[in-house]
């Protein structure tokens, strides 16, 4: 998979409060889809977009974006940045 189109969902650590999800630029259609979804938002210091990590929510991007997205463990949860 060409790298600048790569599309990823972190699989969410067992305590996260949202699921993470990596949306490149040009896919707007994709994008347009995922904020669709009530609880989606875009976190622009990491340019994730994310959902709240529910079942419900867990199965539908799972249905939604089968065989289009690539679903990875993520390394360890990273902090958010602070604004000094």
């Given amino acids: 998979m060409e790298t600048a189109q790569r599309k990823l969902i972190y699989q969410p650590l067992p305590k996260a409060s949202r699921i993470k999800i990596f949306i490149p630029y040009p896919l707007k259609q994709e994008r347009e889809q995922l904020k669709a979804i009530n609880t989606s938002f875009y976190h622009p210091n990491q ?3 994310s959902l709240v990590n529910t ?3 867990w199965e539908l ?3 939604v974006y089968t065989g289009k997205f690539e679903i990875r463990q ?3 949860k990273v902090s958010t940045p602070v604004k000094p």
């Fill in 47 to 49: 340019k994730l977009w």
């Fill in 55 to 57: 079942k419900e929510n």
């Fill in 61 to 63: 991007i799972q249905r």
């Fill in 74 to 76: 993520a390394d360890k």
